[in-house]
């Protein structure tokens, strides 16, 4: 078989398992429809001058098989105030979702309603009814634009869109939350209507890096208006890729994607190309093994610190996480021990940082002061030490002392000498710490990290 017809085989086979059924598509039809209905006789009865509108992968027809969150957004009219926005558009989406299955508030930039209803998740966001870039207000203003624009061009390749999504979420590159700082759904719609196929996606990642600039709607051709800042190249000089987002002219759509994840994408198209397997869309789970088997292997040591957390979101704990494993690492390094790589992450119900370090203790001399040299416990003391010395009539000795690191980090975190993120600096003040050793529930993740198993580029 040749290769192309090798990496056709694969698609087709994996097609299979993440584009909808004709069942879930009429099942995610019906549901539409009925949100839309229900939708609309709320904004009725409360005298509301408000669209509603589908955005997100369901309105685009880009979600993967059984993966089809709603996001149905209320479109308030230009002129509404922002106060009255935040407070009208939560009131109706509570309204709306009183007549779901259950829900409740979330917050974002707005605070908006999450419902469930038949089974299925229902974000009632709160927006703008723009009709272009220079009417966007908030964050969430351009989805609405976004959707019409894909729609607009996609041209029947939404199966494109569903490969290149199912590809970055295998190779653990798919999200653009800012924990994970990759491809967005709205960047893998773009890519391939740049490039035309998920193949020619895959094809183009060296191509993609070089250009550096994709501009699918032409903003640097065209004459600028005052208004119309473009995304400013000099400061995001160091993103792998700036995308001028088609209806904004103004917002890069890669802005959150980082090296490493395009690195990941970079180095597992190649792989791909050469030796196409289903395994990159569907890994395998993971690799396990023995933290401990790795620690003496490596002959490094794991300090770990693991602590309660309150309600916190993801996407506020995990940044606060990072922040504080980087503290970590500089202020250990400053004490003379030296951090090979971190982990950070949340396992039930408690965070966790985890410290890869090159020992396990510090040894420190001490200058000891000891008796006067011409009585008995002088005599002692001369016998006893290495080194000694006369300061006048008092002898002096120096002294190994050994400090472990679980010492070094309590002291630290006394002196307040570490960084710590804001919101979760008190919890890694309670934190316990463990060294060499983590809880059960933490011995997987352990291995992973150590064995850079969570990062790897390459099988092996
Ligand atoms: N970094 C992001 C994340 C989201 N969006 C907007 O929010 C919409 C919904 O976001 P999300 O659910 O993350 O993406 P989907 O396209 O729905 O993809 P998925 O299948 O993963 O849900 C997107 O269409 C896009 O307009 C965006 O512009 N930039
Ligand atoms: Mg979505």
Known sequence: ??????????????????????????????????????????????????????????????????????????????????????????????????RLDSHEVAYAEHPYVRATYRGVKVDLVPCYDVESWRDVRTAVDRSILHTKWVNEHLNGRNDDVRLLKRF??????????????????????????????????????????????????????????????????????????????????????AANLSWEKYGRFYFKA??????????????????????????????????????????????????QLERSARGFERALSREGFNVLGWNVGRSSGKAFIMLEVD???RERVKIKPGPEFFTERGWDFYRKNGKVWLIGKRLYAEKRVKESILEVIEELLKKNAVALGKGIRENVKRAEIVLDYVPKELEDEAYLFLAREKWSLKEQ
Do not use: C
């Open 359 to 361: 020992r396990r203790e």
């Open 270 to 319: 190649h792989q791909f190309l050469e030796n196409p397997s289903e395994e990159f869309f569907f890994p395998e789970t993971r690799k396990s093994g023995s933290y401990l088997a790795e620690l003496r292997r490596k002959g490094t040591h794991l300090v770990t610190l693991v602590f309660k957390v309150q309600e916190l979101v993801d996407d506020l704990l995990l940044p």
């Open 1 to 98: 078989m040749s290769l192309d017809d090798a990496i056709e085989t694969v698609l087709q086979k994996v097609l299979r398992r993440i584009r909808p059924t004709e069942e879930e598509r009429a099942f995610v039809e019906g549901l539409m429809r009925e949100l839309e209905e229900i939708a609309r006789e709320t904004i009725e009865d409360l005298g509301l001058d408000v669209k509603p509108y589908f955005v997100g992968s369901l309105a685009k027809d880009t979600y993967l098989a059984g993966d089809h969150d709603v996001d149905l957004f209320l479109a308030f009219p230009l002129d509404t105030p922002l106060e009255e926005l935040r407070e009208e558009g939560l009131r109706l989406g509570k309204a709306i979702a009183e």
């Open 168 to 253: 970055l979420k295998g190779i653990n590159a798919y999200g653009s939350e800012v924990y994970v700082r990759g491809f967005s759904g709205y960047l893998a719609e773009i890519l391939v209507i740049k490039y035309g196929s998920f193949l020619k996606v895959l094809e183009n990642s060296d191509f993609i890096l070089r250009q550096k600039v994709i501009d699918p709607a032409g903003w640097l051709r065209r004459e600028p208006e005052p208004a119309m800042k473009t995304v400013k190249r000099e400061t995001e000089e160091d993103k792998p890729l700036i995308v001028i987002d088609p209806v904004d002219p103004r917002r890069n759509v």
